[in-house]
């Protein structure tokens, strides 16, 4: 299996424009995580679905920001507008039930 | 709810030392643990977990931790550390079957010295 596909890798934009991340989960994983990782915050857990279903959204900073995933091998996170403070690097993850998650190798998101 | 405390910043070992990187957690009932490991510029890679059965579980790269119930513990060890292991290694924690999410700690920063 190729693992956790993201793309793209590296993203730069101008502030008030809309960017999109992409992620396809490990196939047969019933879950997928989308997180953000900072030096200041960490990491954090933005949403999680079970089964293309989203189970819990609280992670999402505000409501600038969306995640759907329309089937089991493909899921976005959309930020409209973006602003400088949601640089950061993006992770996608997939698990089977109620083991370890994989993560994809991550978007790196540039606002200026 | 469950967290998790990873104590150190960052832990400093010669490379031929043996490596310890401190992890406690909280939990309501039954504590599904792992160890994480991520190198600069990439993903987060499962390096090991516990579910259930012996303490002492065994993953990748010669690396294993220790569950100690009483101490609410689940540190990482490996006997003779390389200047590879270097990177960000993150503990986390889920409830059992209680909960789909794992909180994971701020992570531990391991310099290996040559």
């Known amino acids: 299996d190729a693992g956790v596909i993201q793309s793209p890798r590296h993203e730069v934009t101008e502030m008030g424009q809309e960017v999109t991340l992409r992620c396809k989960p490990i196939?047969?994983?019933?879950?997928l995580f989308w997180y953000r990782q900072t030096m200041m915050r960490g990491l954090e857990l933005l949403i999680y679905?079970?089964?293309?279903?989203?189970?819990?959204d609280s992670g999402m900073p505000e409501d600038r920001f969306s995640a759907k995933m329309p089937n089991a091998s493909f899921s976005t996170l959309k930020i409209q507008p973006s602003e400088p403070r949601d640089s950061a690097v993006y992770f996608c993850a997939s698990s089977s039930t109620y083991y370890e998650q994989y993560f994809g190798p991550g978007t790196r998101l540039t606002v200026t | 709810a469950q967290s998790v405390a990873q104590p150190e910043d960052q832990v400093n070992v010669a490379e031929g030392n043996p490596l310890t990187v401190k992890c406690t957690y909280s939990v309501s009932g039954n504590p599904y643990l792992f160890w994480y490991v991520q190198y600069p510029n990439r993903g987060l890679q499962f390096l090991l977990k516990y579910i259930t059965g012996d303490n002492l579980v065994k993953g990748s790269y010669g690396f294993e931790a220790e569950f100690n119930k009483s101490q609410t513990s689940f540190h990482l060890k490996k006997p003779s550390a390389l200047v590879s292991d270097s990177a960000l290694y993150f503990c986390?924690?889920?409830?059992?079957?209680?909960?789909?999410?794992?909180?994971f700690g701020k992570g531990t920063r391991l310099h290996i010295l040559p």
């Open positions: 679905f079970n089964n293309n279903v989203p189970i819990d």
């Open positions: 196939s047969g994983h019933d879950y």
């Open positions: 986390a924690v889920r409830e059992g079957k209680l909960d789909d999410k794992i909180i």
